[in-house]
């Protein structure tokens, strides 16, 4: 479990977002509230999906639907409201947002720049709509491979970023992955060796919608832009996925207003639709979703603390990659099984695409390492050198991906049922899940 301390920085990255969200909006009315630590286990809150944010001095900190705060009352669970806390803290946070989003791109931003790399690399790169929301947003893939526009049936590997929306950082990664690859084809024969014999997949925002509301309404929003049948909006569509889908409501919550609701069925939204259809229709032999924050390398299991199979070469890809990460400037990344190193999820992506035939699959949890130098609210100075830092590793995993076929290391056979729900075990849980964030 990690223990968080405020500091400036998170001070004023709350202030930027609840500045945005102080009308009674939507669905983005939350409120920061704390609960001490011994109520939080004694009532077994670790159970109720909620979205937690930190503790601190035997405080967490939850960022709590109206709904949810009427739920901790029920269950007489004393709470403190600590968002005002955050507005009096000064207005120093809000320069730092440099325009609406800065550096980072809008969804908009990044069609023009995949554009641009298509127009600039034509016979490398091709830009692809694979779905469309809820809000008729297009979600962009980019394929990089010699012959481009044909179906080579090569080896592939896929790169995604932003299921959530407030983390923007996880767009720039796998974006400028593309770029890197683009823009250096002629130049080095490492990266021209991968681009000749394999099909890279880049969708930078698997949630476009979401992606935009966090930048024009509500800074902190997490979710897609559903609206729920009870009024609320939005699914966490990095609980959606197939696998071990609604298995308990520990990894994730039946409630609409949940920060982490699973919506109405595996794969009810447009969003992991798309990436269902993009994954089952290529040979994808590695993965990586990007996410922030925490500095972790994540492989499954996420639904359960029991080990998958092959956990073994998991955990050696994730090591080789932890290591060339540190390689760049020091920067320590942890990995391990994500039920283990962070907390339990169900219905997250890299389970589900794991499930299918064992293509090695991780959550990569990009810097910060924790909220007190920033959290979900990197600068954006911070957006090359994270970059930077995960380079070696996905062009290793690239590597990977070309050299180890899937048959070579196929699941036990029920492992790769798709039903998930006929062949999972209800995991043993020592505690609630750790607070921490959100991916
Ligand atoms: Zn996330």
């Known amino acids: 479990m990690r223990s968080m301390r405020w500091s400036v920085i998170a001070l004023t990255a709350f202030l930027m977002l609840f500045s945005l969200s102080a009308r009674p909006a939507v669905a983005g009315d939350g409120q920061i509230v704390s609960v001490a630590k011994r109520d939080f286990t004694a009532a077994r809150l670790g159970r109720m999906g909620l979205d937690l944010l930190m503790e601190e001095n035997g405080r967490v900190y939850i960022v709590a639907s109206p709904g949810e705060m009427a739920a901790l009352a029920r269950l007489r669970v004393a709470y403190a409201i600590e968002t005002g806390r955050f507005l009096r803290t000064g207005t120093q946070g809000l320069a730092a947002a440099g325009g609406i989003n800065g550096a980072y791109h809008s969804t908009l931003e990044l069609e023009t720049d995949l554009r641009i790399l298509e127009r600039d690399h034509p016979g490398l790169a091709s830009v692809r709509a694979i779905g469309e929301t809820l809000e008729k947003r297009p979600i962009y893939a980019l394929k990089i491979s010699d012959h481009v526009l044909e179906d080579e049936g090569e080896p592939a590997a896929l790169f995604v970023g932003c299921h959530h929306a407030r983390e923007w950082i996880s767009v720039e990664v796998p974006f400028l992955f593309g770029k890197y690859l683009l823009e250096n084809y002629e130049l080095s024969p490492e990266v021209r060796a991968l681009v000749d014999s394999s099909e890279i997949w880049i969708v930078p925002i698997v949630n476009p919608d979401g992606l935009e509301y966090s930048i024009h309404v509500y800074r902190y929003w997490r979710k897609n832009r559903r609206a729920n049948a009870d009024g609320t909006y939005g699914v966490d569509i990095n609980r959606n996925y197939g696998y071990a889908w609604g298995l308990d409501d520990i990894g994730s919550s039946g409630s609409p207003g949940s920060d982490v609701y699973r919506g109405t069925g595996p794969f009810s939204e447009p969003e992991t ?11 994808f032999r590695a993965m990586i979703s990007f996410h922030s924050f925490a500095q972790d390398i994540l492989s499954p299991w996420g639904f359960t603390t029991e ?133």
Request: hydrophobic share 40%.
């Open 273 to 283: 639709a798309a990436i269902r259809d993009l994954f089952t229709a290529h040979d």
């Open 307 to 439: 080990p998958a199979p092959g956990d073994a070469e998991l955990n050696a890809v994730a090591a080789a990659m932890a290591g060339l990460i540190a390689g760049v400037r020091g920067t320590a990344y942890s990995y391990g099984q994500g039920s283990r190193l962070l907390y339990l999820t169900n219905g997250d992506m890299v389970d589900w695409t794991y499930s299918l035939g064992g293509a090695p699959s991780y959550t990569i949890e990009v810097s910060p390492v924790d909220v007190d130098r920033g959290g979900f609210f990197n600068d954006e100075s911070a957006i090359a050198t994270i970059f930077e830092d995960n380079l070696p590793a996905m062009l290793y995993l690239t590597r990977y991906a070309i050299d180890h076929p899937l048959a070579a290391r196929r699941l036990p056979p029920a492992r790769r049922d798709r039903d998930g729900r006929s062949l999972v075990r209800k995991p043993k849980l020592a505690g609630p899940a750790a607070p921490g964030p959100a991916r």
